[in-house]
Nanobody, 126 residues
Framework: QVQLVESGGGLVQAGDSLRLSCAAS????????LGWFRQAPGKEREFVAG????????YYADSVKGRFTISRDNAKKTVDLQMSGLGPEDTAVYYC???????????????????WGKGTLVTVSS
């Protein structure tokens, strides 16, 4: 059974930093592209950051570029999202996701990801 479990969310103030982590089990972790997505209240789920299965390529939404950093640890089967310079606009439930295909690239569209965690809430107060 595939499981992606996010952790690290919480309530922070504007300008603070936060590190999210996603632990995976039940899937071939090192061969999949992994991503972080978020969904704010009343909005659609959106791409935040992604990392290729090799770890050599990283992708970011324009809104987080320069503030967020994605990383993966294949030995621990974790993918992290380091967030800094947080603002109220970053308030959302954050989800990690993995592709269904191995050794593949992805468009980072929500419907391109196969496996999802249940999310962790990040709330940024102004």
């Amino acid at each position: 059974q595939v499981q992606l479990v996010e952790s690290g969310g919480g309530l922070v103030q504007a300008g603070d930093s936060l590190r999210l982590s996603c632990a995976a089990s039940g899937l071939t972790f090192s061969s999949r592209a992994l991503g972080w997505f978020r969904q704010a209240p009343g909005k659609e789920r959106e791409f935040v950051a992604g990392i290729s299965w090799t770890g050599g390529s990283k992708y970011y939404a324009d809104s987080v570029k320069g503030r967020f950093t994605i990383s993966r640890d294949n030995a621990k089967k974790t993918v992290d999202l380091q967030m800094s310079g947080l603002g109220p606009e970053d308030t959302a439930v954050y989800y990690c996701a993995a592709t269904g295909s191995l050794y593949s690239t992805t468009s980072w569209r929500v419907d391109a990801m196969t496996y999802w965690g249940k999310g962790t809430l990040v709330t940024v107060s102004s």
